[in-house]
C-alpha cells in the first residue's frame, strides 16, 4: 500500500482521543521507570501536581534486556498506579508486554503503552487495535519510520484511531547518548500524518544533563509533547538509574521550559 492511501496519513483521521488534547500544546508525561512502592508513586504524583501536569507514567510490566533483572511489580504496580490516578486526578500511562494483560490492565491504565521492544509484536498490535483504548506506540529502536507508521496503522486499521506516537531514539554507531533521537522523525511525522507525536528524552539520550536543550529541540520541530523518566532517588532505582531525573533536576527543567 502507498504511504497516501494509509489510514494514519494526513488528514485522513477524524478524531484522534479526547486524552490528549492537540488544542493545548506540549504535553509532559512523566515518572518513574518501574512502579517500585506505593511512597515513590506518592511523591510522584505530588511532584506532577505541584507542576499542574496531569499524565503519569511507570511500568509495571517491563521489558528488561536480562531476564535476571527487575521485571516490574505487575499487577501490584497496577494497583499502586490506579491509587495514585485517581487521588491525583492524574491520567496513567503503562506499558503491557503481553496480549493476555490488556484485560486487567485496563481497569487500572488509561493509555496502553507498547513499547519498542514490541513495535513488531502484530498480534499485541490487532488486540490494542480491536479495543478503543488510547495507546502510545513507541517506535522500534531498528525501525524505519515507514515500519513505525505501518505499526500504528495496524492498530488504526482494526479500529483504534486513539493512536499516540513516540519517537524514543533508534540504534545507530553514536554511543555518547544510548540511542539516537531521530528529529527528522518527528517533523516527518507532523507532516504526513494526523497522529500526534511525542519524544521520549529519557530513553532516548540515556541522560539527564542535556534534557533541557533537546526538550527545547523537540518542541521547535513540533512535537506534541515529551516522555521524561524521574525518581525520588534515581541512584537507588531498580532500573534505568542514570537516566532519570531527580525531582530538583525536573521541577528545574519544567519551570525553565514553561509549560503552556
Ligand atoms: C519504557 O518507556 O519504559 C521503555 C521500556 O521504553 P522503550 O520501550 O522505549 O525502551
Ligand atoms: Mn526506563
Do not use: W
Amino acid at each position: 500500500m502507498k504511504k497516501n492511501d494509509m489510514l494514519v496519513h494526513k488528514n485522513k483521521l477524524k478524531s484522534i482521543n479526547e486524552l490528549f488534547n492537540l488544542e493545548s500544546s506540549f504535553h509532559i508525561i512523566a515518572g518513574p521507570c518501574a512502579v517500585e512502592s506505593i511512597e515513590q508513586m506518592e511523591q510522584t504524583a505530588q511532584l506532577l501536581a505541584k507542576n499542574n501536569l496531569k499524565f503519569i507514567r511507570g511500568g509495571a510490566y517491563k521489558p528488561r534486556t536480562s531476564p535476571y533483572d527487575f521485571q516490574g511489580l505487575g499487577l501490584e504496580g497496577l494497583k499502586i498506579l490506579d491509587h495514585v490516578r485517581k487521588k491525583y486526578g492524574l491520567i496513567v500511562v503503562s506499558e503491557i508486554l503481553d496480549p493476555r494483560d490488556l484485560e486487567t490492565a485496563i481497569d487500572y491504565v488509561d493509555i496502553i503503552q507498547i513499547g519498542s521492544r514490541n513495535m513488531h509484536s502484530y498480534s499485541l498490535l490487532k488486540e490494542v487495535g480491536q479495543t478503543k483504548y488510547p495507546v502510545l506506540l513507541k517506535r522500534g529502536m531498528m525501525a524505519t519510520i515507514e515500519e513505525f507508521l505501518n505499526a500504528a496503522e495496524y492498530i488504526v486499521s482494526n479500529g483504534n484511531t486513539n493512536v499516540i506516537l513516540c519517537e524514543r531514539g533508534i540504534r545507530t554507531f553514536e554511543n555518547s547518548t544510548r540511542n539516537t533521537l531521530d528529529i527528522s522523525c518527528i517533523a516527518i511525522i507532523k507532516k504526513e500524518t494526523s497522529l500526534p507525536i511525542i519524544a521520549d528524552l529519557s530513553h532516548s539520550l540515556g541522560r539527564t544533563d542535556i534534557v533541557f536543550p533537546i526538550l527545547k529541540a523537540v518542541e521547535a520541530v513540533g512535537a506534541d509533547g515529551a516522555m521524561l523518566e524521574l525518581h525520588p532517588e534515581p541512584e537507588k532505582a531498580l532500573s534505568d538509574q542514570s537516566q532519570q531525573l531527580n525531582h530538583n533536576e525536573f521541577t528545574a527543567i519544567i519551570k525553565r521550559f514553561n509549560v503552556k
